[in-house]
């Protein structure tokens, strides 16, 4: 490993930060498994291939039958319910250091937008983000207080302790409450 390396390695752990992953082509099942999303970053030229995603159905027989697709948008985490109309991107690891106008969580159906939130309306207590050299934590970290789909409602907990539930056709924000945080 050269030295620039070395440093770079050494200055990311010993700050603690996490260090930053290239966008990759990244698939996430539903938890029926009966459908799976394929999200595609964009090319070096983004108009002549722009970021894009496809939603598949799994048969029986292992083949993918695509449903949808929706393209000019990336997002490093989804999560896709068991109707295989609706999807949710999240923003886990956003750049810069505090909470701003960038889009934290966006409700789709059909490869369609139906509703987003930036993070800086989630987020009410900004001092309790966590960030980095270059990017910053906005959700709860403890593994039983990630985010999560539940028939009808996604749920996710905000790093300042706010419990968001959203309607999972509107996106509307259907309960805002205040959670005692575990620490991992």
């Keep these: 490993m050269n030295t620039m390396k070395r440093l770079f390695l050494c200055f990311g752990l010993l700050f603690g930060a996490r260090l930053c992953a290239a966008e990759t082509a990244r698939a996430t099942a539903s938890p029926n498994g009966r459908y799976v999303f394929v999200m595609v970053p964009a090319g070096e030229d983004e108009k002549a291939h722009p970021a894009h995603g496809t939603l598949y159905e799994v048969s029986a027989d292992g083949s993918l039958k695509a449903h949808w697709t929706t393209k000019g948008w990336y997002a490093p985490d989804m ?106």
Excluded: M
């Design 79 to 184: 999560v896709v319910a068991n109707d295989g109309a609706h999807i949710i991107a999240l923003n886990t690891w956003p750049e810069g250091d505090q909470p701003d106008a960038t889009i934290g969580v966006a409700f789709y159906r059909s490869g369609k937008l139906v509703k987003s939130y930036a993070i800086r309306d989630l987020v009410k207590e900004k001092e309790a983000v966590r960030g980095s050299f270059s990017h910053y934590r906005w959700l709860a970290e403890h593994p039983t207080q990630q985010p999560r789909l539940e028939e009808q409602t996604f749920r996710l907990i905000t790093i300042d302790g706010t419990l968001y539930n959203f309607d999972l056709d509107s996106g509307a924000i259907t309960k805002a409450s205040a959670v005692r945080l575990f620490r991992k």
